[in-house]
Nanobody
């Protein structure tokens, strides 16, 4: 199996920054089969939405709401993906989830709270 563990969340004032990390551990064959990893978020009463995604080749994609403020990156040697969040807004408040995709499976972290105060 594969476990994804997020870290780096917390409380920050509007305009501030946070960096989320997600480390993959477990079955190394399954980890290496992951072709892309993403960050999703879910605010209370809302559906989970894609924030950013990165492929194993480094191609990235962002939600319009975070373009220019958030940056996703990965370190294949450390099996880690990051989400640098700058110029945070109160509407970025949500539980953020790390997700990994392989051809046959989808893996999810347990989620981490990000709260942006106004």
């Amino acid at each position: 199996q594969v476990q994804l563990v997020e870290s780096g969340g917390g409380l920050v004032q509007a305009g501030g920054s946070l960096r989320l990390s997600c480390v993959a551990s477990g079955n190394i064959v399954r980890i290496k089969s992951i072709f892309g990893m993403g960050w999703y978020r879910q605010a209370p009463g809302q559906q989970r939405e894609l924030v950013a995604f990165i492929t194993s080749g480094g191609i990235t994609n962002y939600a319009d709401s975070v373009k220019g403020r958030f940056t996703i990156s990965g370190d294949n040697a450390k099996n880690t993906v990051y989400l640098q969040m700058n110029s945070l807004k109160p509407e970025d408040t949500a539980v953020y989830y790390c997700q990994g995709s392989s051809r046959l499976e989808s893996y999810w972290g347990q989620g981490i709270q990000v709260t942006v105060s106004s």
